[in-house]
């Protein structure tokens, strides 16, 4: 049920509120749809759908209008306008008529679902024709969708990428999901960015400092606990001790911290002075000393991070060996790892793994953090969500509507009642015009008249999400492949009409 103090009818843009004397006579639904539209040459082709679940069971579901909260928005817009524009008549009969209800229906793809871009995500309907103006009354809320779907996609192309490079240097995927570390709690906007952000990560990996997001994904997707972490040092507990006692800081450490895994950072003064005379001399033997279940991980914080990360894993090897995998690649003993968490985004991880496996080292020696690349770094136009009102009925008669703006065509609008299908190549593609088959649309109904009809699960997300071979595999580019993509972009540009 929706938090009672929170009041669905201020939870919209301004302007909206006055939609309700705009449509024409007569009208007694409006359907909209929500889509990442598809632009030339994205940088992301799909997109992973997370976070409906959330929003409806936070602020939609249950009763969601009161008397009172008709009281507070009527005040509040007769300030903010200065005219009567607010309808109270019509939020009472939502009252009166469905117990402060929602009479919506949304339909959605399957959360963790990997959809290919210009494809509809999600459909919002009215179930009552007295209350066709509350479809787009919504949309404001909705379309914030775009967060989490764009953390959730982000999360899933660096993982794209790791999974490329570990398959390559070490034959096996095996770690995978603890190879990128969300450091981002702090650089976000709000506790309740860092909830959806840390949530949408999750879907991807299991690896997280963001423990907002841990008690989201426990809290609204049955999950106990989805993420895990390591004792680690910040630069505090290092410079506390002064410069004189860096030595004696990691030695506490080791103290403290004797088994299980632990991070230090170790930048401070001089990462690389401090790789080779603290860690790979004065406290080597303490450091062969751990197991593999008690590695240390060293996390250089400043510098180039591909510079730093080869020289500092170039010291490691010098001091403390390093053996080959059974894919011939360098790996330093099981004791000893790295983290990188400076630097990092889709862009710089490429090209440090590229970096790596050209000087002959494994992917198994490194993971990565990333912080506001992951969580911060984008907004709605990364994967351009819009909302769009594509089917009306007036006095009973359905009618297909659309825009088409001359001045920027990318922005036309799908026509009609909308379906998801795979078609018989095997792509995801969009039906318009409400011809699509009823059994073949992925489309499912999650929400109706305040009830929420579908739960999902963490662990069902995440099977939904995870990898295929062909995300992994390294392309080809040959002629056959130039082909099944170019015909691929075509069903998703056109659709079906």
Request: overall charge negative; aromatic content about 10%.
């Amino acid at each position: 049920m929706a938090a009672q103090d929170f009041n669905f009818l201020l939870a919209t843009d301004s302007y909206k509120v006055t939609h309700y004397k705009q449509y024409p006579p007569n009208v007694n639904k409006i359907y909209s749809y929500f889509e990442c539209r598809r632009r030339k040459d994205p940088q992301f082709q799909e997109v992973v759908f997370f976070g409906l679940q959330y929003l409806l069971k936070k602020y939609l579901a249950g009763p969601v209008i009161t008397e009172e909260k008709i009281q507070e928005a009527k005040q509040f817009f007769q300030m903010h306008f200065k005219q009567k524009v607010f309808d109270e008549d019509g939020w009472r009969r939502v009252l009166e008529k469905y117990d402060g209800r929602l009479p919506i229906r949304i339909k959605a793809v399957p959360e963790g679902k990997i959809i290919p871009r210009g494809n509809v995500l999600f459909t919002v309907e009215n179930t009552d024709p007295d209350f066709f103006w509350l479809t787009n009354y919504v949309e404001t809320m909705l379309v914030q969708m775009w967060y989490p779907i764009t953390v959730a996609t982000v999360s899933r192309e660096f993982k794209k990428i790791l999974a490329k490079h570990l398959k390559a240097t070490s034959g096996s995927l095996e770690g995978l999901d603890f190879k990128l570390h969300d450091f981002g709690y702090r650089g976000v906007s709000s506790q309740e960015s860092a909830a959806l952000g840390g949530a949408a990560h999750l879907v991807n990996f299991c690896s997280t400092d963001t423990v907002a997001g841990l008690l989201m994904a426990q809290r609204y997707y049955g999950c106990p606990m989805a993420g895990f972490s390591i004792p680690a040092a910040e630069h505090s507990t290092i410079i506390s001790w002064g410069k004189s006692r860096e030595k004696e800081a990691y030695e506490s450490l080791l103290d403290q911290f004797p088994t299980g895994p632990l991070a230090v950072v170790s930048d401070s003064y001089d990462i690389f002075k401090a790789c080779k005379h603290i860690w790979g001399d004065k406290l080597k033997e303490r450091v062969m000393e751990r197991s593999e279940d008690s590695t240390l991980v060293i996390r250089p914080d400043s510098g180039d991070p591909a510079e730093t990360l080869l020289e500092v894993i170039k010291i490691l090897e010098e001091r403390f060996g390093c053996s080959l995998n059974p894919v011939g690649y360098k790996v330093l003993p099981s004791y000893l790892r790295i983290i990188q968490g400076d630097g990092i985004d889709l862009k710089s991880i490429e090209e440090i793994l590229e970096r790596l496996s050209d000087e002959g080292w494994s992917v198994e020696n490194v993971f990565f953090g990333c912080g506001s690349a992951l969580l911060q770094k984008l907004n709605r136009d990364t994967l351009n969500c819009a909302f769009k009102c594509s089917y009306v009925e007036s006095n009973g008669k359905g009618m297909d509507v659309y825009k088409q703006p001359v001045t920027d065509p990318s922005k036309g609008s799908k026509r009609g009642r909308l379906s998801l299908r795979k078609n018989s190549d095997g792509f995801i593609e969009t039906v318009e015009r409400g011809v699509g088959k009823p059994e073949e649309d992925m489309l499912v109904t999650v929400f109706e008249n305040g009830t929420i009809l579908q739960d999902y699960t963490l662990e069902e997300i995440r099977k939904n999400a995870r990898l295929t071979e062909d995300d992994i595999a390294p392309p080809q580019h040959n002629h056959d492949e130039l082909n099944g993509l170019a015909l691929h972009h075509k069903h998703i540009m056109n659709g079906v009409h």
